[in-house]
């Protein structure tokens, strides 16, 4: 009797649990699915097969010889040099100009603001692959490009941008620049807006000067938005390979492979998957000991 | 009644589902008794796609248990995508390519002789099905015979004092095009720089001069019949300073390795090229269409109308005149897991090969001026040919100096095809930009090779 009551009272709270949180399970079922099925399968598939030599009708395993390969290969050293440069030239440029434009938009009204707002915002939107075209155009090499039109007008002769050892990767990193401050600037205004009036009050009765209050407080203030750009840019930009693939396919004598586009390459041209896949743990472990040591670096007078 | 709705309304879903399901099922076993054939393929000629839907018809009409799913893939992308799939083992039963020992590799590229009579296979003349061999054995069926040359805006070579007929008919060494070519490098009338001669180092088969040139230097193939690397040899820096020499005398642009094909064709079509490479027999119909635009005023502007001569590419001194030629056509794979009677679907792939490249497909090769590769399309369209007089003897003239093709060890190519992906290719497009020097590319290849030939 006293069984047939315990039954009861389980299957009632259970279907009272089911009653008050049934949805909530069934609503993250399908992200959880999406994720074991495209993302974390995929991610173990991609471990095993760095430990294999990959053949469509079955694969070889062969252990850390891919890994051993890699470290000793000169064509990774060199796309990972590559990469280094991209980053170590474009990450803190762009938080430098997308800093610099928040500061000047958040000092406009509310209209010109969504206006500004919405323009730089607008490459984040246009296709990387419509974009990385219109930069061929503009870097065009004759002397009727683009570019070479501008630099023209002060008595430079033209420049072979893409194709040159020299500005092969430096025209890459200009295009930044450029473009993609959208998300950036975004973050920064919404920080700054964040940022208490009073304080800067306090310092205007101390008679402190505009650099002065961005250097003990806009600046201080803003370390977690900076941080968190410092982080995500890095990620992105050691990921870089659209503009590669598309503008220089890593040349001229590989002056602008990176380590995603050598994975794209080894893998889908050379049709060495477990080399590939080797190279893209290396490359995650890169951005994971990367990020950890911003964080624990730069992160230690960050406030949230 | 609440629970009597639900109750309804499930019942009326599994009852929907069962029907559909019924539908499916019944569909399913008629489409069963089809056997459809995936074939990739690209815009080949102007007229391809109608061309190729004829074929289409008049094999289904023929065989109605075969089904042809045609997809047209881009010249630009269509490799890469075809690459992926090979990848996933999932090709496409027929693909427009040459067989390669990258792809006899991943176990997917099927020798199609087990699956043709002989009757069939002697429809063929037997120098096309050479090209479609590796190491002896046959993986596809050709479209029609090919060639790659040089050619040229006659009012322009005419211009420079450049006897083009006798060109045609002689040849021309490396020292003579570099002293006739030179005098097309100028101002032009309509105030642009003029180039003597113009190729493209960028985008698709962009290292195909070196290629061609190493061809004229008694160097055909990076892989000799013994399977022997021969790119360590110092015929290639020949080669190498030749193509550099090109642009340190202003004959070629200093942007070669932005040059498009596009690009090159702009030029020519802008009279700022005097020589294009490279040039096919099809070329003639392509500037004939642009020619018609220029005419009705729907062309870019600066671009007039072109005489074009087809010219043979010059060859090293004390070397012979070669042409890369051979064929293209269609490759047979299988994929990793078929659920069916793969045997019988093979054969029907084969089946489906053989009327994609005979008879009737024949038309691709009259428009493209080019070759038929059977003999049951030589009499259907022998007397289709267009082609303007002086282009078709020097075709003709071509075909015989073709370079035939060579049988060789499938791992070794790999090997090959390493080198010129790795180090060739991103070295060479630095050598036209004046970033590396032609010694120091060929100790890079020698390097290479010695890691990978041990030679």
């Not at chain 2, 007039?304 to 010219?311: H, N």
């Not at chain 2, 897991?337 to 009327?355: C, F, P, R, T």
Request: net charge neutral; aromatic share 12%; charged share 20%.
């Amino acid at each position: 009797m006293k069984k047939m009551a315990d039954a009861d009272n389980r299957w009632a709270r259970n279907r009272q649990f089911i009653q008050d949180y049934g949805w909530s399970y069934i609503f993250i079922a399908l992200p959880i699915l999406i994720f074991l099925t495209f993302t974390l399968y995929p991610l173990l598939r991609a471990l095993v097969m760095s430990f294999q030599t990959y053949h469509v009708m079955g694969s070889e395993w062969v252990g850390f010889k891919n890994y051993a390969y890699v470290f000793h290969r000169e064509l990774f050293s060199k796309a990972l040099i590559n990469t280094l440069l991209y980053t170590l030239g474009t990450v803190p440029i762009n938080i430098i100009i997308s800093l610099g434009l928040a500061l000047a938009i958040f000092q406009l009204g509310k209209k010109s603001q969504t206006f500004f707002k919405a323009s730089f915002y607008l490459p984040a939107v246009a296709s990387g692959v419509t974009i990385s075209l219109v930069w061929l155009f503009i870097y065009d090499p004759m002397p009727e490009g683009l570019m070479n039109q501008f630099i023209h007008l002060f008595g430079f002769a033209n420049v072979n941008w893409l194709g040159k050892v020299d500005t092969a990767l430096l025209s890459l990193m200009f295009l930044t620049f450029l473009g993609g401050h959208g998300s950036g600037l975004i973050l920064y205004l919404a920080s700054l807006g964040g940022i208490p009036k009073t304080i800067y009050e306090a310092a205007d009765i101390d008679a402190a000067s505009t650099w002065s209050k961005f250097r003990n407080i806009t600046w201080p203030l803003l370390k977690p938005t900076t941080l968190y750009m410092l982080v995500i840019n890095v990620i992105g930009s050691f990921q870089v390979f659209m503009s590669a693939y598309l503008m220089t396919s890593g040349g001229p004598d590989h002056a602008t492979t990176t380590i995603a586009y050598l994975i794209y390459q080894d893998a889908f041209e050379y049709f060495e998957f477990g080399v590939a896949a080797a190279e893209s743990f290396i490359l995650a472990l890169i951005i994971v000991a990367i990020s950890v040591l911003q964080f624990k670096y730069m992160g230690s007078d960050v406030e949230y | 009644m609440r629970a009597r709705k639900v109750m309804a309304g499930t019942l009326s879903v599994i009852l929907a589902g069962s029907l559909l399901l019924t539908g499916c099922g019944s569909n399913t076993t008629q489409i069963a008794k089809e056997d459809i054939v995936k074939v990739w393929t690209f815009p080949v000629e102007k007229n391809y796609a109608k061309n190729f839907d004829a074929v289409k018809a008049d094999f289904e009409a023929k065989n109605p248990n075969i089904k042809i799913q045609k997809e047209e893939l881009t010249w630009a992308e269509g490799g890469k995508k075809f690459d992926t799939t090979v990848n996933a083992g999932n090709p496409p039963d027929i693909m427009f390519i040459a067989p390669s020992a990258k792809y006899i590799s991943t176990g997917l590229e099927v020798p199609v002789e087990n699956y043709l009579d002989a009757k069939t296979l002697a429809d063929y003349y037997p120098s096309g099905l050479e090209y479609m061999k590796v190491d002896g054995k046959l993986y596809g069926l050709p479209l029609y015979m090919k060639i790659q040359t040089m050619g040229g805006n006659k009012k322009l070579l005419e211009e420079a004092g450049i006897d083009w007929k006798s060109i045609q008919q002689n040849g021309w060494t490396w020292d003579q095009f570099k002293q006739l070519v030179k005098k097309g490098t100028k101002t032009n009338a309509d105030g642009k720089q003029q180039y003597g001669f113009v190729f493209n180092g960028s985008g698709v088969d962009f290292s195909e001069l070196l290629d061609h040139l190493n061809m004229n230097n008694g160097l055909p193939y990076a892989l000799d019949k013994n399977s022997k690397y021969t790119y360590t040899n110092p015929k290639f820096l020949d080669t190498l300073k030749f193509i550099r020499s090109l642009i340190t005398e202003g004959i070629s642009p200093k942007e070669a390795n932005q040059i498009t094909p596009q690009k090159r064709m702009d030029y020519l079509y802008s009279e700022q090229a005097m020589i294009i490479f490279k040039a096919m027999p099809y070329y003639e119909v392509v500037i004939a269409d642009n020619n018609k635009k220029v005419a009705d005023k729907t062309a870019p502007a600066g671009q007039k109308q072109i005489d074009f001569v087809l010219l043979p590419e010059p060859h090293a001194d004390g070397q012979q005149a070669a042409v890369l030629g051979g064929v293209d056509g269609y490759t047979m794979f299988k994929q990793k897991s078929y659920n069916g009677d793969q045997e019988q679907h093979l054969k029907n792939i084969a089946k489906v090969m053989v009327a994609l490249t005979s008879s009737k497909a024949g038309a691709s090769a009259v428009t493209l001026n080019l070759p038929q590769v059977t003999k049951s399309g030589e009499d259907m369209w022998k007397d289709k040919y267009t082609m303007s007089p002086e282009n078709k003897a020097e075709v003709d003239r071509l075909f015989k100096t073709i370079v035939p093709p060579t049988q060789v060890n499938p791992d070794k190519s790999l090997k090959a095809i390493k080198i010129y992906d790795e180090v060739i290719k991103p070295d060479y497009q630095a050598l036209l930009g004046g970033d590396k020097t032609p010694e120091r590319m060929f100790q890079d290849v020698q390097n290479k090779a010695k890691e990978l030939f041990g030679q």
